[in-house]
């Protein structure tokens, strides 16, 4: 079955979708994006991630390209056209095509791209099982990462490092060694007396979608959280640490550096929140 991409009001094939080269997006990482769980026929947490979205837009002064009702209308479209009832919608919105110049140009068109893929969940399912490693990196990104913008370097370097060292995310530690989050992930540990500890998301991460619903996972569940910085030490020595995303949902995180965490083995608190994850989150059955 071909697949198909909505490019600028338009349903293509995928194989044929393309943007202009003067696209913002391409020239200078000049736009925004997101990415939301399609998981059994529902799109997850659907609202939050356009609210997001509509953030990010007005932080970097981006006309939305469309009503957001339309924009519904696309992403349901581009999920049922590509049959994807387990996977991932892709959404990016750039500044439009314009003649290369670094300042905002006066008349260009915000342009829209959604794509959606199945994904494989029995990888996921299988990684929920044996956790994952993680590395460390320095942080090198720009103050402005609450931001969901495409401008991603950082994060690519870091992962292909992470992929090179047989580990699945990096996360970025800060010059006073506080973890700040994953290059795609946010990062989480669990005390020895049962607490959640997540650096605070005003700054210097993004707030994941994710995390939001977990603290209403965790409320549901009768776990306390800390909003709180830790460091690669506290988290080697805690009881679990685990990572969220709209990619993985919950999941645990069993190696740093090489070093072991615990048992090595995923803990029971990420597999409570995992578990009780779908149901908490908001559920959009695709038409
Ligand atoms: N990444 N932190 C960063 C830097 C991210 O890129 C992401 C998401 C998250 C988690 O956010 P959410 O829970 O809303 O997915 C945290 C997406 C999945 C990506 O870039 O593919």
Not at 195 to 220: E, M, N, Q, S, Y
Request: one cysteine or more; hydrophobic letters at 45%.
């Amino acid at each position: 079955m071909p697949r198909i991409a909505y490019v600028n009001g338009r349903y293509v094939p995928h194989r044929d979708a393309a943007v202009h080269i003067e696209d913002r997006g391409y020239q200078f990482a000049d736009g925004v994006y997101e990415v939301c769980e399609v998981a059994r026929g529902v799109i997850v947490d659907m609202t939050r991630h356009l609210d997001r979205l509509d953030r990010s837009l007005r932080e970097l002064e981006i006309a939305w390209p469309m009503s957001r009702r339309t924009l519904e209308i696309a992403i349901h479209e581009v999920i049922r056209r590509n049959r994807v009832s387990d996977g991932l919608v892709y959404l990016q919105v750039t500044r439009g095509v314009a003649s290369r110049d670094h300042v905002f140009p006066a008349d260009a068109k915000p342009a829209m791209v959604i794509t959606a893929k199945r994904t494989d969940r029995g990888t996921l399912a299988r990684r929920w099982e044996s956790g994952v490693k993680v590395i460390t990196v320095p942080e090198n990104r720009w103050e402005r990462v609450d931001i969901k913008t495409i401008g991603l370097l950082p994060n690519v370097l870091a992962k292909q490092k992470a992929k090179l060292a047989g580990a699945l995310e990096a996360w970025f530690v800060g010059a006073d060694g506080v973890v700040l989050e994953g290059a795609s992930t946010n990062a989480w540990i669990v005390t020895k007396d049962g607490v959640l500890v997540t650096r605070p998301a005003d700054h210097g991460i993004l707030r994941g979608v994710t995390r939001t619903t977990v603290f209403d996972v965790a409320r549901k569940e009768g776990l306390s959280i800390e909003e709180r910085g830790f460091t690669v030490e506290e988290a080697l020595g805690a009881r679990e640490a685990f990572i969220t995303s709209a990619t993985t949902v919950v999941m645990p995180v069993v190696e740093i550096d090489g070093r072991v965490i615990a048992n090595g083995h995923p803990g029971s608190v990420s597999m409570t929140l995992r578990k009780a994850f779908f149901d908490v989150a908001e559920k959009t059955p695709v038409w």
